[in-house]
């Protein structure tokens, strides 16, 4: 049956006391705004009537419009005018692709949205048609990999760990890594990342760098991740931040202790000129190119003649040296 | 070993006519020998442990034989050159690039070879000033299935002929019984990947142990042969300065200085992209837990002091065995170069120089 078909379908003042308003097996809204909407129902009405499903049980199932609905509730509305569509005009299934297609049509899904439009197709259609048909359609590359792991989010994550990938404050390449671990490692880990508000970047950083420790240290990468989830930074009056940056510098002397001294002697031997704030003096990206650089900022040639004296005077400038070589 | 590893060989549509496709149906008798369509066998092989190395495609390639290595940017390469025999490997090294192409799983044997390989002469021919080091251990073991593909038996005799091309059989194997049987010997160099001890029975899965690999150099090094090694990739990883010592020793038990053409070090690197590969292949490898940093070709590399102590300690070791082994650096920085060797070639022409020099000196 096609949607027009439904249009037809005369619609009927339903108590919302009658509706399952929760997530039911065609929803696929998660963490979602309802201000607009409020205002929206407020000025307008509701244009466009929810679709209810009706399989003679206790409670009337959502198809589309559990935003809208939502909205009717949080304005105390307690009737609503809604379609209401049984077993004889429509199949599960056929309800699961029109609010998928009403949806995927007019707005974007956020990570667990996606997760959970994958989870409900998947019960209906085969894993191909769902990898090869549903995922492009969901900004997703068509993989076997990409399938389970959308599988996995959405069955396998608890709410708060949910929360926080919807709004995009966990990268999806951080929850794979997640759901690959037990659960108490996955906690801890969760544990630091919301502890120290830790960005995306430092989020795939720790993973890197505690999966390496445990493989150098050869324990496990619960114990790594405990460890750091105990560790003191030291640094109590520091905001969110900083002690995330503080984090990171720790884990990064741990995982590359050369290459963190270097970078610590080369920032000692910069201090130690002495330099005026409009000079700097840099290394390539691991000291991988035997060069350095020099920055000035001048106003005009009698400033740029006193930087250089200044720099040419800098005691010990002419020990600047490869601080890896020490 | 080749017989022993493949299970089963798939014949793409349009290879039956093949002389090679004959020849290499004829070794494999008894398996499970499947016909396919083209690009059927792209099978999805997504992050799967799998990668088809017991399965022999017989295909023929589209693309040019003989290619210039890729080499990397912003570091010193040698000007070495491709013949693109086939595709993955059977042995299975922890570190092996080959594992990123997932996209192409199974051992994939090109077997208009024969026909393709009379162009690449041509070329080679008509390039006489120019000196053309060609290989077949790039993205294949040379001599691993020798045995089924005939390689050495159908490219011996063409390269032994020219003066102006060297032809290089890289191996991890002892699979040196065809090339013993052939009667040419001049400008073919077989050569041998080394490593630690431990490297080598941890990380180099189905390989040859260390022993038998530099017993068969000097086997074939006593039957005429001039050959190379290549502690590519060296590996930082516990009691590494003995190990490498100990091969070091054994090379000097078993084989003749003076009849190595060179040897080659690089240290491990790889594309990021390969890291969760080889974490997922492989639980339980070292190769990824020393301090990589990503070079200026965005390949991940040792921290610069750590590649200057592997490529000094193995340029001291090795230098006290012999001072003229023909040592160069693969796919590094002239300041490397500098720092550890005591000379540079400064840019990859002078690299190329070097190992044409190599050439001229030890083939004339």
């Not at chain 1, 949080?74 to 569509?85: A, D, I, K, N, Q």
Request: aromatic share 8%; glycine share 6%; hydrophobic share 35%.
């Amino acid at each position: 049956m096609k949607i027009s078909a439904h249009i037809n379908i005369k619609p009927l003042n339903i108590d919302l006391d009658r509706i399952a308003v929760e997530y039911g097996p065609f929803s696929m809204s998660f963490n979602f705004e309802l201000e607009k909407l409020i205002r929206s129902i407020g000025v307008n009405g509701i244009i466009n009537t929810p679709l209810l499903f009706d399989e003679a049980g206790e409670k009337l199932t959502i198809i589309s419009g559990f935003r809208r609905i939502k909205a009717a509730e949080s304005m105390g509305m307690t009737h609503l005018e809604c379609r209401v569509l049984t077993p004889d005009n429509i199949t599960p299934q056929e309800c699961l692709a029109l609010n998928f297609f009403e949806n995927i049509s007019t707005r974007q899904f956020n990570d667990i949205e996606k997760a959970m439009a994958i989870n409900r197709l998947s019960a209906h259609l085969k894993n191909d048609e769902v990898k090869d048909e549903y995922l492009p359609l969901l900004g997703i590359s068509p993989s076997k990999r990409n399938l389970e792991l959308y599988k996995k989010i959405d069955s396998d994550l608890r709410d708060e760990i949910r929360m926080q990938l919807a709004k995009g404050k966990i990268p999806i390449k951080v929850i794979r890594e997640m759901l690959e671990m037990d659960n108490e490692t996955r906690e801890e880990l969760f544990k630091i990342i919301i502890g120290f508000g830790l960005n995306n970047n430092q989020q795939r950083n720790l993973i890197d760098f505690t999966r390496d420790l445990a493989s150098i240290k050869g324990i496990s990468l619960r114990d790594v991740i405990g460890r750091v989830a105990g560790e003191d930074i030291g640094c109590e009056h520091a905001n969110l931040p900083q002690r995330a940056r503080s984090l990171m510098k720790k884990l990064k002397g741990l995982r590359y202790p050369k290459l963190s001294e270097s970078e610590a002697r080369f920032s000692r031997q910069i201090k130690r000129l002495e330099l005026p704030k409009e000079v700097r003096i840099g290394a390539s990206p691991f000291f991988e190119e035997p060069y350095y650089h020099l920055e000035i900022m001048f106003k005009d040639g009698i400033e740029l003649t006193r930087q250089l004296k200044v720099i040419y005077d800098a005691e010990g400038i002419e020990n600047l040296g490869d601080p890896w070589l020490e | 070993m080749a017989k022993k590893v493949i299970k089963r060989v798939l014949v793409e549509d349009g290879t039956r006519h093949h002389e090679m496709t004959g020849r290499i149906l004829g070794q494999v008798e008894g398996l499970n020998i499947l016909d396919i369509g083209r690009d059927e066998a792209t099978f999805d092989m997504e992050h799967g442990c799998k990668m088809g190395k017991d399965t022999m495609h017989l295909l023929s390639y589209r693309g040019e034989f003989l290619k210039p290595c890729p080499g990397t940017k912003n570091y010193i390469c040698c000007g070495y050159q491709i013949l693109n025999v086939a595709t993955n490997c059977p042995i299975d090294c922890s570190y092996c690039i080959l594992q990123s192409y997932f996209n192409q799983p199974n051992l994939r044997v090109f077997v208009n070879l024969e026909e393709e390989l009379e162009g690449v002469l041509a070329f080679i021919d008509s390039n006489p000033q120019k000196i053309f080091r060609v290989g077949t251990g790039e993205f294949t073991d040379s001599l691993a299935i020798d045995s089924i593909t005939g390689w050495s038996d159908l490219l011996i005799p063409s390269f032994s002929k020219r003066k102006n091309a060297v032809l290089e059989l890289k191996t991890k194997t002892t699979e040196i019984r065809d090339v013993l049987d052939s009667p040419f010997r001049d400008r073919i160099i077989i050569s041998w990947s080394l490593n630690s001890p431990f490297i080598t029975s941890r990380e180099e899965h189905r390989a040859s142990g260390l022993k038998q690999r530099l017993k068969a150099a000097q086997i074939c090094q006593q039957d005429g042969y001039v050959v190379g090694f290549h502690f590519d990739p060296l590996i930082v990883h516990p009691g590494w300065k003995n190990g490498y010592l100990r091969t070091i020793e054994m090379m000097e038990k078993y084989l003749d200085p003076e009849r190595i053409i060179w040897i080659s070090l690089g240290s491990m690197r790889y594309i990021p992209s390969l890291k969760e590969i080889i974490r997922k292949r492989h639980p339980g490898t070292c190769i990824l837990d020393g301090e990589f940093v990503q070079g200026l070709d965005g390949k991940m590399r040792y921290f610069k002091p750590i590649r200057m102590e592997l490529y000094r300690f193995m340029r001291e070791n090795l230098e006290k065995w012999h001072p003229r082994l023909g040592l160069y650096l693969c796919m590094e920085s002239d300041e490397i170069w500098s720092r550890t060797m005591g000379w540079s070639p400064t840019d990859s022409d002078g690299l190329k120089a070097f190992l044409d020099g190599r050439v001229m000196e030890i083939f004339g």
